[in-house]
């Protein structure tokens, strides 16, 4: 790097192109989509995906226009809180695109997938085509007749490659089971003046809806990712491109600002001294625990060079969606319910039903939950060290962080105990440490750049996330919820960011399949949020909302940190951060 720098206001400017640069547009440069040896007829069905995700999205930020305009439906036998009545056919069309869109990608996927996918879809439209119970029971036919077309479908195309004309197949075949089961139950409800329509499409969504959690989940860190990054490149960019005295004049502003804010902290832990110092002393093992093991790695793979925050931020990305999907039972939970709901309409005796009801209960236990989060935080933890031994850095100290966070989390829900830590406690950690790296900086007399860049960051990497609604909260403003905004911008992230497996392929999982299937899963997620804003009734259908709330447990606080460990052990070593 050259030592010559430019002007303050020069460098200020470089500052922030560099901070746009490697915040915004390199990730979103790395993670999106890209149009290239892209197979004849895929193009079309992308577009069309992300025509109906930006319609959703609309719907989202729309919502009170929307609702404070149009007629709301409203039964007082319904269980549905008030929404607009056109919309409820709109979003039937979103969720059969979906549903079209990830059946058309597992025809050419691993053979459980291809078939795992199909049963459900099989599944789906059954449950629809079962509710037309009056006549000739048309919508039931109807139903069996398309769903057999998909199963000859997939068998015969399974095992070949993907082809332009397979996508208006499957979407006829899905459109015309759904809406024919819709228009017979329509026509029905209109006989007996009850519109089942908007209660259908809620108990339909509540079961497809949850194969949207593993994504919502890995969302969840979303904000955590930007603030870690945001922190970093500021950091970055006052060292890279402005003057010495630029970034003492930045690290000073941000000591001020985060002295300040410990007045009121402290000011917590005296009025409230049992809950704060829990969380206080939670947090302090955390970072110990996970600075232990921080060590050990390092040991381990000794040859490798320690993680820089960057690192562990892509490494994060590249595993969160796998982690999440084992950390619910949300997708088995919903295939079982639906099943339990559709075979009493065949005649399948009622204690089938009832069995799998107990099923169902027994895994939407917080006993369930609690095991399934213990035993991924161990094996989190033993690949962690696993992959350290194979001379791997990165990974494994994320692994290690969520693990950690896993185990805990799932004996908190086990023995019903307070959270253990927070995220204001972790970022007075981050401040306490980052103050004391600062005073040993002066008195040893070795504040060098990368000393000085460091300790900036970790500052910045604190107040962000003591504000980590700094995204949420203006457009909660707008959208009339902070819970369904906090979910949009982890979606809309990781949609743009997310997808850099997508621009691969195997023979197991050809770029055709993953590229599907990832939109598919996306546009049900958005979908399902859309349906939350315009019913403003989060319990409704799906309540994404907790599930990025357990996302940003799993994920946003072992990044944040493994990130803190990362800037402080390179502002020790006076080395690069990022």
């Known amino acids: ?285 955390f970072l110990g625990v996970a600075g232990a093991g921080w060590f050990i790695i390092g040991r381990l793979a000794r040859e490798a060079p320690a993680p820089t925050v960057t690192v562990l931020v892509k490494a994060l990305s590249t595993v969160s969606l796998l982690i999440a999907a084992f950390l619910t039972l949300m997708v088995p939970i919903g295939v079982l319910s639906t099943i339990g709901g559709v075979l009493p309409v065949f005649g399948v005796p009622l204690e089938v039903s009832a069995a799998i009801s107990v099923v169902t209960g027994i895994l939407s236990s917080s006993v369930a939950l609690a095991i399934v989060r213990m035993t991924l935080g161990a094996v989190l933890v033993v690949l962690a060290f696993v992959l350290a031994r194979r001379g791997r850095r990165g990974t494994p100290e994320i692994f290690l962080a969520v693990g950690i966070a896993s185990l805990v989390g799932g004996v908190l829900v086990l023995v019903n105990g307070p959270a253990l830590w927070a995220g204001d406690s972790l970022a007075l950690m981050a401040t306490l440490a980052a103050l004391a790296l600062l005073v040993w900086t002066v008195i040893t007399r070795r504040a060098t750049l990368d000393r000085l860049a460091g300790i900036t960051a970790t500052l910045l990497l604190a107040a962000l996330f003591a504000h980590a609604d700094f995204l949420s909260d203006p457009l909660g403003a707008i959208l009339g919820s902070t819970a369904v905004a906090a979910v949009l911008v982890g979606l809309a992230w990781s949609l743009l960011t997310g997808n850099a497996a997508a621009n691969e392929g195997s023979p197991h999982y050809p770029r055709p399949s993953r590229v599907l299937l990832l939109l598919a899963n996306a546009l049900l997620a958005v979908t399902t949020l859309a349906f939350v804003a315009l019913t403003r009734d989060t319990t409704s259908a799906f ?33 690069p951060f990022a």
Do not use: C
């Open 1 to 285: 790097m050259s030592d010559v720098r430019p002007g303050i206001a020069g460098g200020l400017w470089a500052a922030l192109i560099l901070l746009v640069t490697k915040v915004v547009v390199e990730p979103i440069r790395e993670g999106r989509l890209r149009d290239v040896r892209i197979p004849l007829g895929l193009r079309p069905v992308v577009v069309v995906a992300i025509a109906g995700y930006s319609v959703a999205v609309l719907l989202i930020v729309g919502a009170g226009v929307i609702r404070s305009t149009f007629e709301l439906f409203s039964q007082a036998a319904s269980s549905i809180s008030p929404v607009p009545r056109f919309s409820i056919w709109l979003l039937f069309v979103l969720m059969a695109l979906a549903l079209s869109i990830g059946q058309t990608g597992a025809i050419h996927a691993r053979a459980w997938v291809r078939w795992a996918v199909t049963g459900y879809t099989v599944l789906a439209l059954g449950f629809l085509g079962a509710l037309d119970t009056e006549g000739g029971q048309v919508g039931r036919v109807v139903a069996f007749v398309t769903s057999l077309g998909l199963v000859l479908l997939v068998a015969l195309r399974g095992h070949r490659s993907f082809v332009w004309w397979e996508f208006p197949i499957v979407a006829a075949l899905v459109f015309g089971s759904i809406g024919s089961s819709i228009l017979f139950i329509s026509s029905r409800g209109a006989t007996t003046g009850f519109d089942f329509v908007p209660l259908l499409f809620a108990t339909v969504l509540g079961a497809i809806g949850t194969l949207a959690a593993p994504l919502t989940i890995a969302s969840g860190a979303a904000v955590a990712e930007l603030a870690v990054s945001t922190a970093t490149w500021i950091a970055g960019a006052f060292r890279d491109r402005t003057a010495r005295t630029v970034l003492i004049i930045a690290l000073a502003l941000v000591v001020v600002w985060r002295v300040f804010e410990l007045v009121p902290a402290v000011g917590r832990v005296i009025d409230n001294p049992e809950g704060e110092l829990v969380t206080l002393a939670g947090s302090v093992g």
């Open 543 to 575: 309540d994404l909302s907790v599930f990025a709330e357990l996302g940003a447990i799993t994920f946003g606080y072992p990044l944040i940190v493994v990130s803190l460990l990362a800037a402080v052990t390179s502002s020790i070593r006076d080395r």
